[in-house]
């Protein structure tokens, strides 16, 4: 059985991205941000999601290199991982224009034939009539993220010294 995952689709610049929309628990608009200093600057800062202090990640500056603009349409998609004793964790990643769903089978996804080992989390792509859409894996975004310290197998920020 070839069963249809729900993607939700959003802009880096002029490019088309995909998550997994399983992960994604609701999609809000931009916020204040607590900023938190000594670490990358794709690190949007924290926020205060519904009680939870959560990291946000600017997904076009950790992508492209440059902070995602102002926009009407700029979000942040609240998606979880298991954290702690399997305690979902959530985690705040900002983009442009989230647009719209789509959905696609696991077989329509195709390797883009480049291997980067320092952005795992980008690989497969899918193709639409009009364009193609990377994928961002998410298990391998969290696994990056956790590795550089970012998030910690707690679900927290793992920044000593930030406050």
Aim: charged letters at 20%; one cysteine or more; proline letters at 4%.
């Amino acid at each position: 059985m070839n069963t249809k995952m729900l993607m939700l689709i959003f802009y880096i610049g002029e490019n088309l991205y995909a998550i997994d929309s399983s992960r994604v628990v609701e999609v809000i608009p931009r916020v204040s941000y607590r900023t938190v200093h000594h670490v990358p600057d794709y690190v949007a800062g924290l926020f205060n999601y519904r009680g939870t202090i959560v990291p946000a990640i600017d997904l076009c500056h950790l992508i492209r290199g440059t902070p995602s603009q102002a926009n009407l349409s700029t979000r942040v998609m609240m998606v979880s991982y298991p954290g702690q004793n399997n305690k979902l964790q959530y985690v705040g990643l900002m983009a442009e224009r989230v647009i719209k769903t789509l959905k696609k089978s696991k077989s329509e996804f195709v390797k883009s034939g480049i291997q980067n080992t320092e952005v795992p989390y980008l690989n497969e792509m899918i193709m639409d009539e009009k364009s193609m859409i990377q994928n961002i894996d998410l298990e391998q975004l969290f696994i990056n993220l956790q590795e550089i310290k970012l998030l910690g197998v707690g679900g927290n920020i793992d920044v000593i010294g930030s406050y």
